[in-house]
DNA sequence: TATGAATGAGCATTCATTCAT
DNA sequence: GATGAATGAATGCTCATTCAT
């Protein structure tokens, strides 16, 4: 087989890629194939070539962030600081929301139990260790799961795109999430009595 | 094909409006007028008969919507259970968002401060009401506004339309957000450190 | 056969005549039948029921037109100006189509050597009246027949409509042809050298 | 399917733009997109490709048609023939407007003092020169502008394609036309009575 | 392999005409 | 006879996808 065009394809394999991530982050997931073609500087073609329906691309896109974000997440989970590094992720992702509407839709891909795509449950397997780390420096409640943080993080970013949203708000709302994260002072250690299921 | 006309109009302005509810329910307002149009068992002429455009029949759902959720809202309020009432709303919300996802498009118009249509500012101040009942019953904190409450509302009803959601799931996450505004037991009274501003 | 109702229809068929006149002067055949009901304050079925096509309302409105029109060209036949008269009518005819769409439509039907409508005809007839009385009168050349004298109108009716069109331009305009319809000053009584053939 | 891609985009476009000549001729503007497209053997979205608009596809049509025209009218103004060369272009004009219905919205369009496009402008000026040229060999009044011209030209035109149009019709039609814009043998050299304004 | 022209199903919307009341 | 709600073919236009070059 010859290889000698490979570099030339897989060049322009990242330029799409990188179109694809600004356009989606921009336009959501309505955003048109043709204008990420024209911004990565290709034919229409070769778009289709390297992906063979937009929802491929799609997910190509949503494989790359996830990869980005784990690698991320991962970081913050070897900084050695497990009491402030769940919060700060969480903040951060939502921070990340507002302008990357891509991010959205891989924390609802995250949040299902197992995805197809292996770097979407490394994402998941990080947030899951920041999430253990946190819990174990006594920061988040015991009985709190991955499962619905990930929808708790989820759902504040898909609010957090809507008409009204400012930083303020977002401290706001976070806060309230936060607090219901915190295990409670008086009765630490013990569930609450409305939860009594593990994760 | 079904026929009723004159003041019969009304049944095919209410079989449109449930064919909406129904298809952009499960397909997002992207959905096509000419699949409501078939699912009310209605000619599409019939259906721009009664709305002038698409815009305005996703409107008009949202309207009937919102003046539903607001009467159950009223009732609620005037329930005179204030402790519960406002839980109880939020949780029957994310219940039904799950097979509605027009539910979700109205919350989030809710969440903006004044909105064009009455219906949604009368949810709104609903809202409101249950919250302040709330809190004055001593059940969720001082320092929580509206605002957030419908963020945090709209975001959850988003989340639940994912494809992992379950009961289980939603009654944990639920927890977390519900610990998170209600008032503190050990600091009740005072406002946290984090946040000291009042709705 | 009851009869009662008819003093009724006829109203409305008349009030339909009307708004047609009127609607279809302003925005010319594309006006919409919708449009004409409501200005005649009745519904479109009624509407159809006078008239079975939009083809047909405006021929009906063509031949009221007819009509009003070939009952004036008789009075200024009858008027026993013969010299004044034609191109008075030629002038006048012009300058109403400028606000009168339908006029166009007329002159264009009346041109047609015989019409399916009497009313047409007999307008046809007056004209050419008009004509003879012109050429009687030493006004016009005796080989002008009436087909290139409608032929003419409808063309400066329909130039009229056009988006330059002043007063002035007409009158240059209604010159230049009015010019050639004269009897040539030094050749009058014998046909000129290019057109030998009569009417 | 006919296939012809790439450079030969270019003969789409033709083939295009002749369908698009033939049906708009058949049918005026309101012909619809499908039919020429399909006359054309080309799909729906290439034609849509290559015009962006329908209007768009009209103003080329009529841009191509301009330049046509305008070519063969300014070889008309250097044959060297003015006394005959305005009165050719004129029948010749009309004989054309009969099958072509597009030659008239382009001469209306031509009748406006300035147009956006500048080959109806070129137009414009083709007639200038040529009406200039006849006015100079004496053959056409000195009284008479390019606005009545494009006037008369657009108006017999328009008559040119209703019913009864016959070559003899046309012929005698133009006979007065001509015979108003020839320069009076009687008081050739000054302007008649009834106008004194200049082009 | 890259290109971009071609494709056509799909969409929202309009309007002359029909028909149950 | 009058009404106006219902109808649906037709229109201009978009966009993901295919395929000849």
Redesign the interface.
Known sequence: MTRSLRSDAQRNRLRILEAAEVVFAMKGP?ASTEEIAQRAGVGIGTLFRHFPTKKALLQAILKELAVRIATETEELVRSGEPASAFYEFFSRMVGQATKQKTVVGLL?EA???VSVAKPVNALRDAVEALLAGAQRAGKVRQD??V??VL??L??????SM????SEE?Q???L???????RP????DGGP?L??S?S?
Chains 1, 2, 3, 4 share one sequence.
């Open positions: 309505s609802a949040g299902i139990a709190v799961g499962a619905e929808a708790l989820t759902g504040v970013c898909q609010a809507h008409a009204d949203w708000l401290d706001r709302t806060a309230v999430v936060f607090d219901g994260l409670n002072p008086a009765s609450s409305l939860r299921r994760a």
